[in-house]
Structures are given as C-alpha cells and as structure tokens.
C-alpha cells in the first residue's frame, strides 16, 4: 500500500482555485483579535467598540480601492463573495432589459445568473466561443455586439484553464461603444495586477477568499470612479445603521449595496490578506513562483507520468491553475486516491464551469485540477508527481 508523502495534519493542498490554505498568519491574528478584543457592529452603535470596528472596515476599504486603482474607498461594495458581486452587477445593470456579451470560458456564476435572466424574458445575450486554449478573439468579441448591448461580462481568469483575457482591449472597446465592462476578478485579484482605470473596468467582482489570501465569505464589487453607480439597482434591502428614521434604501455608497450586517472579522483578514500579497509582491514573487510550479508540474508529468494529459501549453497558464487527466482513469477516481492514499487535496469533474469544459474539449468528464499558491513549494510538487506515476501504472 502507499505511504503518506505528509502526516494528517500537514496535507499537501492543491485547491487554492476554490479557497486558499493555508492562510499568512497575520490572517489569522486579526480575524482572531478582532472577534476576541474587538467584536463591535460598525455603523450600530456609537461605543467605543462599534467605532474601532468602523475604522478597521475603513482601513480595507481603503486598501482595496488602492489595490484596484481606484480613488474612492466608498465605491468598494462588500458581499459574501465574488458571486455575489457578479450577482449585483448584473442584475443591478439590466432593469431596463437589453443585450449582453460574455465568453464560453466563464463560471456558473455569470452564466446562471445570465440564464435566469433570459428565461425572464429581461435580457438576451450571446456566448462567444473561445478558442482552443480557451482565450477570446477580440474580432469576434466585436462582431458580437448588438445595437442594444449594454453590458460585456468577461472571466479575467479560467478557474479551470488558468488562461487569461485580453481584458486591456477588450475595455477600450466597451469604453469605444458605450459598453459596461464587468470583470469577473474571482481567480486573478491577487495573482495578476488590475488597474480598474488603466484597463477601463467599470465594475470588478472579486474573491476574498481565493487569491487574496482572505477568510471564506469575503468579496464584493468594486465600482470605478466615473461610473454612474445610479444606473445600478441594490438587489437587496434593509437595515444599514443609516437613515434609520426612513423606509426607503439609502440612495448612497456603500450602504444603497450593503443591507444587513457584514462579515466584519472576515472583511478585517481579507485586508491583513492583501497587506501580505502587497508586501510580496503579485506581479513578482507570487506570479513568478506559481509559474515555476506550474512549468515543473506539466514537465515531469509529460515526462514521467503514463497516459499524462494536459489542455494548455505551460506558458498561457497565469494563474498557477492546471487541469489534467490520466488516460483510463476517471477524474474523480484520480482526486480520490490522492486525497486518501497520499493526503494531496485536488478537484475533480466540471469546476462549476461547464462551457469552459465544451470549448476545451473535457465536457463530460472534466478533470483533475491542481492549483497552487504561494505557500506550496518544490518538494509538493515532486511528491505529486510520484502519487501520480504510481496511479497511472495501477
């Protein structure tokens, strides 16, 4: 029988894509020093405890819009998550009906919330078919767009593929035609620098919780500065600790967006998160090292694993994300051995992603996904390797 490559306690984990683990220490230390010494409801109440809860969201809000080129703290809306935040945008934006644009590359995220629209009858919209390697054509991102296309929806980055979007261009069209331009951030914020203003994004949904090094149950929207955050509708209502002597939702930022309490101990390790990745450096040290891992996994696995299948070439991967499969074996048989017999976390089957699967090719079955972080090293990937040669020769 197989022998461990880590004891229990100590996995080799290759699911950042869906959440990352470990998380930077200092996480930890401000999600834990906020719910032991802090613990107030900001904007609920005036104690000193509300106060300092209120001072330590406007310090995240702060370092985000810094992190994505904005100037205005107050347009960094707070949600559950990136799908929320995609949720937002897009509902928010098509009270009026209309087209919209997206790729064949993108989540369940955008197009669920697309096809409940459309089944509505409130919107239509048309999916551009990517290409092999799963990256749009911006000629065919342009043929696309309708006289009434008021909205472009656009996966910066496959969580399956790890392939990116020619987003610079495809902005300055929108920007060109009018267009909103929604960028889905959920697997690139942290991994690839975003300047909201310099690649003409007027709205970003990001993830707290993946490349940001945040806890589960962080994310929002970020709203650029010359957007008109009026053409957007809040999608839910109540309590905001403001305007509490009116019925109607307030008509300002954040609070027209965020109802209800947020998730504050969440929100203040999601900023202890982006201090870690700025300190490091994303389009350094972070963006450097996945690729490396990336380029050594595809290579010793070509080399040395039988029946090794890999989709893109190592260097359109951007993201440290690369989806396999070993030939007889089914994803899921594949993710379960290494999880049980040599205590590596991976994922297997479709990733939420079912379109991305058609245009590349592995649609039913999916694949075996490994992701990586900063945090998983050289050794990791060696030991992975060996799980793997062993699987492919059983």
Request: net charge negative.
């Given at each position: 029988?197989?022998?461990?490559?880590?004891?229990?306690?100590?996995?080799?984990?290759?699911?950042?894509?869906?959440?990352?683990?470990?998380?930077?220490?200092?996480?930890?230390?401000?999600?834990?020093?906020?719910?032991?010494?802090?613990?107030?409801?900001?904007?609920?109440?005036?104690?000193?405890?509300?106060?300092?809860?209120?001072?330590?969201?406007?310090?995240?809000?702060?370092?985000?819009?810094?992190?994505?080129?904005?100037?205005?703290?107050?347009?960094?809306?707070?949600?559950?998550?990136?799908?929320?935040?995609?949720?937002?945008?897009?509902?928010?934006?098509?009270?009026?009906?209309?087209?919209?644009?997206?790729?064949?590359?993108?989540?369940?995220?955008?197009?669920?919330?697309?096809?409940?629209?459309?089944?509505?009858?409130?919107?239509?919209?048309?999916?551009?078919?990517?290409?092999?390697?799963?990256?749009?054509?911006?000629?065919?991102?342009?043929?696309?767009?309708?006289?009434?296309?008021?909205?472009?929806?656009?996966?910066?980055?496959?969580?399956?593929?790890?392939?990116?979007?020619?987003?610079?261009?495809?902005?300055?069209?929108?920007?060109?035609?009018?267009?909103?331009?929604?960028?889905?951030?959920?697997?690139?914020?942290?991994?690839?620098?975003?300047?909201?203003?310099?690649?003409?994004?007027?709205?970003?949904?990001?993830?707290?919780?993946?490349?940001l090094y945040g806890p589960t149950g962080t994310g929002g929207l970020v709203i650029s500065d010359d957007f008109d955050y009026q053409r957007l509708s809040p999608i839910r209502f109540g309590g905001t600790g403001s305007y509490s002597d009116k019925i109607e939702q307030p008509g300002f930022l954040p609070d027209m967006f965020e109802s209800g309490t947020l998730n504050?101990?969440?929100?203040?390790?999601?900023?202890?998160?982006?201090?870690?990745?700025?300190?490091?450096?994303?389009?350094?040290?972070?963006?450097?090292?996945?690729?490396?891992?990336?380029?050594?996994?595809?290579?010793?696995?070509?080399?040395?694993?039988?029946?090794?299948?890999?989709?893109?070439?190592?260097?359109?991967?951007?993201?440290?994300?690369?989806?396999?499969?070993?030939?007889?074996?089914?994803?899921?048989?594949?993710?379960?051995?290494?999880?049980?017999?040599?205590?590596?976390?991976?994922?297997?089957?479709?990733?939420?992603?079912?379109?991305?699967?058609?245009?590349?090719?592995?649609?039913?079955?999916?694949?075996?996904?490994?992701?990586?972080?900063?945090?998983?090293?050289?050794?990791?990937?060696?030991?992975?390797?060996?799980?793997?040669?062993?699987?492919?020769?059983?």
């Amino acid at each position: 029988m197989t022998i461990l490559s880590h004891s229990p306690d100590n996995p080799i984990y290759f699911d950042n894509a869906a959440t990352t683990f470990p998380k930077p220490t200092r996480v930890i230390d401000e999600v834990i020093h906020y719910m032991t010494r802090i613990g107030g409801n900001p904007g609920r109440s005036g104690h000193r405890l509300s106060v300092e809860s209120g001072e330590k969201l406007l310090s995240a809000r702060l370092e985000l819009s810094r992190f994505f080129g904005i100037e205005n703290p107050m347009r960094v809306i707070f949600a559950c998550n990136a799908t929320d935040g995609l949720n937002l945008a897009i509902q928010g934006m098509i009270g009026n009906g209309g087209h919209v644009v997206t790729t064949s590359m993108e989540h369940n995220s955008t197009i669920r919330s697309l096809k409940e629209l459309e089944k509505a009858g409130k919107i239509s919209f048309s999916i551009i078919k990517c290409s092999s390697f799963g990256i749009i054509d911006v000629e065919e991102f342009q043929k696309s767009i309708m006289p009434d296309t008021i909205l472009a929806v656009i996966n910066h980055g496959s969580n399956v593929y790890g392939t990116v979007q020619p987003i610079d261009e495809i902005g300055t069209i929108c920007r060109e035609k009018g267009i909103v331009f929604l960028l889905d951030a959920a697997q690139t914020a942290g991994s690839i620098p975003i300047n909201i203003p310099e690649q003409k994004v007027d709205l970003l949904a990001f993830s707290g919780h993946k490349g940001l090094y945040g806890p589960t149950g962080t994310g929002g929207l970020v709203i650029s500065d010359d957007f008109d955050y009026q053409r957007l509708s809040p999608i839910r209502f109540g309590g905001t600790g403001s305007y509490s002597d009116k019925i109607e939702q307030p008509g300002f930022l954040p609070d027209m967006f965020e109802s209800g309490t947020l998730n504050v101990a969440g929100i203040i390790g999601l900023k202890a998160g982006i201090d870690f990745i700025t300190e490091r450096g994303i389009s350094a040290e972070i963006f450097n090292y996945k690729k490396k891992l990336v380029k050594k996994f595809i290579s010793q696995s070509i080399d040395k694993v039988t029946g090794f299948k890999n989709y893109i070439p190592a260097e359109l991967i951007k993201t440290g994300v690369v989806s396999f499969n070993i030939e007889n074996r089914f994803s899921s048989e594949v993710t379960q051995i290494l999880s049980d017999d040599y205590n590596i976390m991976s994922r297997a089957g479709l990733h939420c992603a079912p379109l991305a699967h058609q245009t590349i090719g592995t649609f039913p079955h999916g694949t075996v996904r490994f992701s990586f972080s900063i945090f998983n090293t050289h050794e990791d990937i060696d030991i992975a390797v060996r799980a793997l040669v062993k699987i492919s020769k059983d």
